[in-house]
């Protein structure tokens, strides 16, 4: 058996150890919902290009920069996406 103070760490060590995971799936948590949120406006972005949409347009509509829209027409022209 451990000394007080033994006891007292390893206490403190397991609560420590519980907050981190705590705070590591509450932040994997959110990085998966943005990560989802991204991709659903790819997707949509995608959609509208191939409707014909204006990029400015599908900026505006998809909150995504127009850089981004842009590559993912160029992308579509070299034939480098699935859908």
Known sequence: ???ILE???DRGKEIGVKEGEE???KKGKEIGVKEGEEKNKLKVAFNLL???MDIQEIAKATELD???IESLK???LMGHTES
Do not use: D, Q, R
């Open 1 to 3: 058996m451990g000394t």
């Open 7 to 9: 006891e007292i760490l």
């Open 23 to 25: 705070i590591g799936i």
């Open 50 to 52: 191939m409707m014909g």
């Open 66 to 68: 127009v850089e981004k």
């Open 74 to 76: 160029n992308a579509i």
